[in-house]
């Protein structure tokens, strides 16, 4: 769903031009007939792909009525941000969609349907979550609006291409308040009563921030983004619900589908270097379930990754020994050594003494404290989402 900020990648592909329908969102169990759809025209434009779904840019076209039906609209987005992202993109492209990959990823689309949709009945959704406009629930289609990059992008074509010291005081600068948003955003998403289970660069989008930065991209050291997450396919609720919920087209394509919002094949999903090392023990008899936790832990080795300009695991000589290490859980121990974490905790601590947070509220030793707590070895050390956003207050 992000795009770099230099031009996008085209890849030719058969969605090219389609036209895809989809309910409209509004109803928290996407009960059988819409009372509305809306079009979309899905361009060639690849912006992601993943092991359940490819991502392509798309254009709205006209909202047809349903003869002798009342339109429903999805909530109103703010008109700062849909102004901000229309300014990003040519030819109106301001939307994404996300297409089943396979027939069992049709399931995976759907589940996550549900997971945003219950999401975004609770308050304060907008400001943490990437914004769901509908589905189509006859080929599992996501509609999602789109955004200009990923944490990810960010890392790689922004911070990493910083001279050392230049890095080093814009991370300073960012480091407080972007952990204070992503932090918050968590334990409000724990609060909802559900377990992202994939949290990593690439799944945190950067929504622009309006009105737009006039400094020069090279020199900037304000972050002119607000962090969402993204990408809930592997999310599951904190509880497994005891009531079913219809879904659309009564997901007849999934037989393992018993209606409740966790029936997704891909709650396994993840990425080694982000996954907490109970997830992945090769014993099966003591593996354990993706967790609030699991969710902090996540959080932290993603945190670790923006300020190193990589996954701490990034120079193991071979894929073998970085599984080895990520199963482990030692990411602190993997960048002991480095001075770009060195001196960015350096920076925060004395900033911290000086009473100079960076606008982060409980200051950059706060925020380096809780990376450590966050990627402890044992799950019931680390720090609690909701903790941890208490101290950055």
């Known amino acids: 769903m992000a795009t770099p900020p230099t031009s996008p990648q085209t890849t030719p592909s058969k969605s090219s031009h389609k036209v895809v329908s989809v309910s409209l969102f509004g109803s928290s169990d996407f009960q059988g007939v819409p009372l509305s759809s809306e079009y979309f025209e899905v361009s060639s434009t690849r912006l992601g792909s993943g092991a359940w779904s490819d991502v392509f840019a798309a254009s709205s076209l006209e909202t047809k009525q349903d003869s002798g039906l009342d339109l429903l609209t999805p909530p109103a987005t703010p ?70 990059l990923s944490l990810e992008d960010y890392i790689n074509q922004d911070l990493n291409k910083r001279a050392r010291e230049a890095r080093t005081t814009t991370l300073m600068t960012i480091l407080p308040t972007l952990t204070k948003h992503l932090v918050t955003g968590l334990a409000w998403i724990h609060n909802a009563g559900i377990i992202h289970a994939d949290i990593k660069p690439s799944n945190i989008l950067l929504e622009a921030v309006f009105p737009p930065s006039t400094e020069p991209s090279s020199t900037r050291t304000s972050f002119p983004y607000t962090p969402l997450y993204a990408d809930f396919s592997a999310s599951l609720p904190t509880h497994p619900p005891t009531s079913t919920t ?15 919002v966790d029936a997704n094949p891909a709650t396994a999903g993840g990425t080694w270097d982000f996954l907490a090392p109970e997830l992945l023990t090769s014993d099966p008899s003591s593996s354990s379930r993706p967790s609030p936790r699991s969710d902090i832990y996540a959080l932290g080795v993603t945190l670790l990754s923006l300020i190193v300009g990589h996954s701490p ?30 001196a960015v905790a350096r920076g925060l601590t004395a900033a911290a003494a000086r009473g100079v947070d960076g606008g982060g509220g409980g200051g950059g030793g706060v925020v380096i404290a809780g990376i450590k707590r966050a990627v402890e070895r044992k799950a019931e050390a680390r720090v609690e989402a909701g903790e941890w956003a208490d101290e950055l207050l």
């Open 246 to 260: 219809a879904t659309a087209n009564d997901d007849k394509d999934n037989d393992n589908d018993n209606g409740n």
């Open 79 to 148: 008109t700062k941000s849909t102004f901000a992202r229309n300014t990003c993109f040519p030819r109106g492209e301001i939307y994404a969609v996300k297409k089943p990959a396979s027939r069992s990823a049709k399931a995976v689309n759907i589940a996550e349907a549900k997971i945003l949709t219950h999401l975004h009945q609770i308050k304060g959704h907008e400001k943490y979550l990437v914004y769901l406009r509908g589905i189509d629930p006859t080929s599992g289609h996501l509609v999602l609006d789109r955004y200009p």
């Open 313 to 342: 695991y990034a120079d193991a000589p071979n894929v073998f020994l970085r599984r080895k290490l990520a199963r482990l859980g030692k990411p602190m121990q993997c960048i002991y050594h480095d001075e770009r974490f060195e």
